[in-house]
T-cell receptor, first 112, second 112 residues
């Protein structure tokens, strides 16, 4: 099993819809979880971090963490064409000297 | 605020030629620094990380090397490039306060 797995995608949603991005991880000792957005040809930018079970909301973005099931998700409400990008899930293990392990990413396309 | 500068932004090199990519961080001291590579169709792969001057840890055996000659400078090198070294190289800095990883703008390398 890969350390961090994301659905291969791509994912296409109409403008205004909710986009749901999922990620699972293998190490139960993982402590910190992150979602990065990467536009084509650009470097990843951090959009959400979550550390405890439950939901964390920031504007149109909601991160959800379930440590028992070892998954973390990102919901994007009222999706906009500008949300079209690749979304990377990243996990930091406990005692991992701040190293992050990334999933391969899922490409989201928001149709006008 | 922290800023990560990478250069060159783009380069095309022949197989067998040397490589030097530079990363400089501003706005923080004694940062943990990382080199990641993103190859076409693949996820982010951690290559090296450094917790201080002269301290380098290698994650993946390869023909690349890294050095940290100054607190806020991180260099990625190769004596002889391979075709498989092509990719998008990202320098990243870990910020202790928020516990988050931030990326520079990246250096895109094409080996022909």
């Amino acid at each position: 099993q890969k350390e961090v797995e994301q659905n291969s995608g791509p994912l296409s949603v109409p403008e205004g819809a909710i986009a749901s991005l999922n990620c699972t991880y293998s190490d139960r000792g993982s402590q910190s979880f992150f979602w990065y957005r990467q536009y084509s040809g650009k470097s990843p930018e951090l959009i959400m971090s979550i550390y405890s079970n439950g939901d964390k909301e920031d504007g149109r973005f909601t991160a959800q963490l379930n440590k028992a099931s070892q998954y973390v998700s990102l919901l994007i409400r009222d999706s906009q064409p500008s949300d079209s990008a690749t979304y990377l899930c990243a996990v930091r293990k406990s005692g991992a000297n701040s190293k992050l392990t990334f999933g391969k990413g899922i490409t989201l396309s928001v149709r006008p | 605020s922290q800023t990560i500068h990478q250069w060159p932004a783009t380069l095309v090199q022949p197989v067998g030629s040397p490589l030097s990519l530079e990363c400089t961080v501003e706005g923080t001291s004694n940062p943990n620094l990382y080199w990641y590579r993103q190859a076409a169709g693949r996820g982010l792969q951690l290559l090296f990380y450094s917790v201080g001057i002269g301290q380098i840890s290698s994650e993946v055996p390869q023909n690349l090397s890294a050095s940290r000659p100054q607190d806020r400078q991180f260099i990625l090198s190769s004596k002889k490039l391979l075709l498989s070294d092509s990719g998008f190289y990202l320098c990243a800095c870990f910020l202790m306060g928020p516990g988050e990883l931030f990326f520079g703008e990246g250096s895109r390398l094409t080996v022909l």
